[in-house]
Each structure stands twice: as C-alpha cells, then as structure tokens.
C-alpha cells in the first residue's frame, strides 16, 4: 500500500488565518481525497482532487473555503481559510489503491485546533 | 440516502471474549463495503474490503462477513493491542454519492487485560 505523510501534525491556530495542510505519496496515484473528522463524528469528504483538473467538492464544502492543489501524481494541498472555532478538527487525505478496486489508503491526519 | 450505521458505540470486553461489531447499510448499489481500525492521534489503517453478500475475510483475530444489509466485524480471543477504533465505511455504486466512501461513526473497542 502507498505510504502517505501529511505536514504539519497539528497546529494551533488564530480565528480568521488560513493554514494549508500538505500531501506527499510515496507513489504516483491518479486520485487523491480530502476528509475531516469532527470530534465524534464520522468522516466526512470534503473534495476529491485529480491532477490536471478542478478538484470536485462535496455538498457542503466550498472552493473559497477550502481551496486545493494538485499540482503533480504524488503531491496535494488544502487551505482551511478564514478560521473559525468550527473548523477546529483533524483533516486526512487518502488514495485509492491502484489494482486493488476502490480501496482508499489514510494519511496520519493534520490535527487543527482554532481558538 | 445512502447510510451507515455502527453499533455498539462503544464496546469493553475483557481480554479473551469474544464479540462482534455490527455495520448496517443502505447504499445505492454496493461496490464494496469496508472496514478501518482507528487509534488515537492516527489515520484510518486499512482492514479489509467485501464486495459482495457472503464474502468473508480473515486477519489475525479479526474476521468480516457480509450480508445485503449489514457487515459484522468478528473479534475472537481479543487483546488488549485490538483496543481501537473501528470504523465501516461503503461505496456506491451509483447515484448521488457514486464512488465517494460513506463513513459510519465507529465503535470504540476496549479489551481490558
């Protein structure tokens, strides 16, 4: 399986900044995907980022808030903008497996707390 | 609306009983139905992948069934190292939520020594 690595860990931060969260693949895969995890709840996709197109965004989710790159097979970011104390929650992102259908591999997760 | 349940919400066994962790579903054509353990602080850690009524897989202590309607985790003789999350996702394969995996809320698995 693809081993994933997101920077940074955690973070801390102020209402109203923005903080960019990073992917890095160990392999080169065609779809990458963004996830939070409220306290207590479930996962939740926010986008599914392709290289060479617009990521897709899930109902709920907007580009303004969360914009994301995807700028080669191995590599993506996402901006939570504009901080606010609901933001606070752990962000993961995944790949799907290549010739293993549909199954998705986890990132160690960005925890992010907003005060 | 495709959805996952889990129950229990929490379950504490002592080490060396037996038990099962439910997964009930309602998805627009299945593509596959699959299970994560969850520690705290990490990433979802891959477990298995069903993909279709009575399939079964096996790791360790650890199997899954799954039926139309619901996976069971199985766990036989746990340790206290299996203390985790567990966290039941599906897939569509079709409709509104086609392709995106659909998370249930997990139980939350203590195996006291």
């Known amino acids: 399986s693809a081993v994933i690595s997101q920077k940074p860990s955690r973070d801390i931060c102020q209402r109203g900044t923005s903080l960019t969260i990073q992917c890095q693949v160990d392999?080169?895969?065609?779809?990458m995907f963004w996830y939070r995890q409220q306290p207590g709840q479930s996962l939740t996709l926010i986008a599914t980022?392709?290289?060479?197109?617009?990521?897709?965004?899930e109902s709920g989710f907007v580009i303004d808030k969360f914009p994301i790159s995807r700028p080669n097979l191995t590599f993506s970011t996402l901006t939570v903008s504009n901080m606010s104390p609901e933001d606070s929650s752990i962000y993961l992102c995944?790949?799907?497996?290549?010739?293993?259908?549909?199954?998705?591999?986890f990132g160690p997760g960005t925890r992010l707390t907003v005060t | 609306e495709d959805q996952v349940t889990q129950s229990p919400e929490a379950l504490r066994l002592q080490e060396g009983e037996s038990s099962s962790l439910n997964c009930s579903y309602t998805?627009?054509?299945?593509?596959?139905l699959f299970w994560y353990r969850q520690d705290p602080g990490k990433g979802p850690e891959f477990l298995f992948t069903?993909?279709?009524a009575g399939e079964e897989k096996e790791k360790e202590r650890l199997k899954a069934t799954l039926t139309k309607k619901e996976s069971f985790l199985h766990i036989t003789a746990p340790k206290p190292e299996d203390s985790a999350t567990y966290l039941c996702?599906?897939?569509?394969?079709?409709?509104?939520?086609?392709?995106?995996?659909?998370f249930g809320k997990g139980t939350k698995l203590s195996v006291k020594p």
């Open positions: 995944s790949v799907e497996s290549l010739g293993k259908p549909y199954e998705q591999y």
């Open positions: 980022a392709n290289q060479g197109s617009e990521a897709t965004y």
């Open positions: 069903l993909y279709s």
């Open positions: 998805v627009s054509g299945l593509r596959g």
């Open positions: 392999s080169q895969v065609t779809m």
């Open positions: 996702a599906v897939q569509a394969g079709y409709g509104g939520s086609q392709g995106n995996l659909i």
